[in-house]
Structure formats: C-alpha cells, structure tokens
C-alpha cells in the first residue's frame, strides 16, 4: 500500500540495469544514480539505451493521496527549443512508469523531461562540454528538486501497479545523468490538516495577559 526510502542504509528494493545506489562526489548521503556520465547509444540496438530501475513492488493505488514523491536531478540531453515529449527532436529524457499487466506494456504517469525542466538543471548543464556536443558538467546535491506525480492520473483506486524508473539515451550527445533520492510512494506527503487552534493560558497566581 506504501512504500518510503532515504537509501540511507543498503537497499535491494529495485533491479534494473544502469543504475546503482551510491554517493558520488558532491554528495554526502547514498542515493539512487544512473551511470555517471551516461554512455550514448550508438552501436546498441536501434542506435538506443534504456536505463531502467524498477521497484520489485508493486503499488495498490488508493483513491486518494496516490502521490509518488522523490527528490531527483536530471542532467540529460535537452531537446530542441519547442520540443515536447514525444516529438523526434525531444532527444533524452527520463520518465516514471507505471504497469498493471506485469510490465508488458508501460503508461507515463505524466510526460518525460530533460534538463530543461529546470533553468540550474539546464545551466549546469550547459556549462562544460568535451569539445563537441557532449556536456561533462557534474550534478551536486545543490540541485536536488522535488517532484510529485499522482498515480490517479493514469491509473484507478484498486489497480496494482508495477513502477518504474526509465532513461531514455539516443545515439546523439549525453551528459552527466539521473539521480533519485527520498522516494515516497503513498506514504504520508500531505501536512494534517490543523483541527483546532491552541489557546494561550496562564499558570496559577499570574496574570492575565494584557
């Protein structure tokens, strides 16, 4: 029904391929990383990589509060300026996932995104390159940004849903990558709603204020 982790402590929750938990420099707790930097696709299959990191559990969506939360940065291949996901010129993007049919087929919880989802992401990410269209610039904890996704988007209250983690490389540039940290799967992200307002008091013998 819910699922919470810092990765603070070793975890075996999810498999997949490209990603390990680790702390690289510039960090100073465990988090969830793709490779650093990411190798393009060029001479894999379809001239593509997917880097996917799946959670082995999969997720009873509620009917409400079905949020997925998560601390992340994605310094991945911008596409062009206009492009929105799915369009050919989109180029790399990361994207969260969900499956009710045992991962046969996948559904966006919301569209994917690059590093112009954030103007430091795309900053950082532009400020240092090879020479040619690669970015060599690296992510630090100072660019963490959160995201909330609402699993009742895409799917209903009861569905038992797969998740997922995916980044999606063309065979073109490639930059420093994804990092995921703090994940929160349906589990206590909105504030309690305040039911009553405490009152001053005075103790015994004292005066009431003025």
Same mark, same amino acid.
């Given at each position: @029904?819910?699922?919470?982790?810092d990765? @603070?402590?070793p975890s075996s929750?999810?498999?997949?391929?490209?990603f390990t938990i680790?702390?690289?420099?510039?960090f100073?707790n465990? $988090?969830?990383h793709?490779e %650093?930097?990411y190798?393009?696709? +060029?001479?894999?299959p379809g001239?593509?990589?997917?880097l996917?990191?799946?959670?082995?559990?999969?997720?009873k *969506?509620?009917a409400?509060? $079905?949020f997925i939360?998560?601390?992340?940065? +994605?310094l991945v291949?911008?596409?062009?300026?206009? +492009? =929105?996901?799915?369009?050919?010129e989109?180029? /790399?993007?990361?994207v *969260?996932?969900g499956?009710?049919?045992?991962g046969e087929?996948?559904?966006?919880?919301a569209?994917?995104?690059d =590093?112009r989802?954030y103007?430091e992401?795309?900053?950082r990410y532009?400020?240092a390159?090879d020479?040619?269209?690669?970015?060599?610039a690296v992510g /630090? $904890?100072a660019?963490f940004?959160? #995201?909330i996704?609402n699993?009742?988007?895409k799917?209903?209250?009861?569905?038992? *849903?797969?998740?997922?983690? #995916?980044?999606f490389?063309?065979q073109?540039?490639?930059?420093?990558?994804? =990092?995921? /940290?703090n994940?929160?799967?349906?589990?206590?992200i909105?504030?309690?709603?305040?039911l %009553?307002? %405490?009152?001053?008091? *005075?103790?015994?013998?004292?005066?009431m204020? $003025?």
């Open positions: @029904n819910a699922y919470a982790n990765f @603070n402590n929750d999810f498999f997949g391929n490209g680790d702390t690289p420099n510039g100073t465990p $988090a969830i793709s %650093h930097p190798l393009n696709g +060029a001479g894999f001239e593509q990589r997917n996917i990191y799946q959670l082995k559990y999969p997720i *969506v509620k409400t509060e $079905a939360q998560f601390d992340e940065i +994605a291949e911008p596409g062009e300026p206009g +492009a =929105a996901f799915g369009d050919a989109f180029w /790399d993007y990361v *969260v996932e499956s009710i049919d045992n087929t996948w559904t966006p919880f569209n994917g995104y =590093a989802a103007s992401w795309l900053t532009n400020s390159n020479g040619g269209q690669n970015s060599t /630090d $904890a660019l940004k959160t #995201r996704i699993m009742r988007d799917f209903a209250a009861g569905d038992e *849903v797969a998740i997922r983690f #995916r980044l490389i063309d073109a540039a490639s930059g420093w990558g994804w =990092a995921i /940290d994940i929160k799967i349906q589990s206590d909105t504030p309690p709603l305040l %009553h307002k %405490h009152i001053d008091y *005075v103790k015994a013998g004292e005066a204020p $003025a």
